[in-house]
């Protein structure tokens, strides 16, 4: 199996990956406009304000919409078919990760999921919420 890629942490997503090392869910929250974003960034997409501080997520999310990928690249091969979704978090922001832990002929647009840290280093993987 080829060695697996992970995220390369620059200063703008180190607290980002810092907090899935330690099993949290931290994503930024524009003090200004009291939105959620996601992905990492300086200034805010929705109100161009630059107060943003990182704060725990609930980890509670909804499917929005996902693929199911059969032929992926060497370092996953020998884990496909799998599934990649785009999930809501509670809080408003959209992320894009792995569902696990569910058939791919399981999973549906509306299905609630939730964060579950995995691997080496941890990464936010999201499964069907009990």
Request: hydrophobic share 40%; net charge negative; glycine share 6%.
């Amino acid at each position: 199996m080829a060695k697996r890629p992970y995220p390369v942490l620059d200063p703008d997503t180190a607290p980002f990956w810092k907090a899935a090392a330690e099993g949290r869910l931290e994503i930024q929250r524009c003090l200004d406009c009291e939105r959620w974003v996601f992905y990492p960034r300086v200034i805010c997409p929705y109100c161009g304000g630059s107060a943003l501080e990182w704060a725990v997520a609930s980890g509670r999310a909804t499917v929005y919409s996902y693929t199911v990928v059969h032929r992926a690249p060497p370092e996953f091969r020998d884990e496909v078919p799998y599934v990649v979704g785009l999930v809501d978090l509670e809080e408003g922001a959209r992320l894009m990760t792995r569902l696990v832990d569910v058939e791919p002929a399981g999973v549906q647009v509306g299905m609630p999921v939730e964060v579950d840290f995995r691997g080496e280093p941890p990464l936010p993987y999201f499964k069907r919420r009990s």
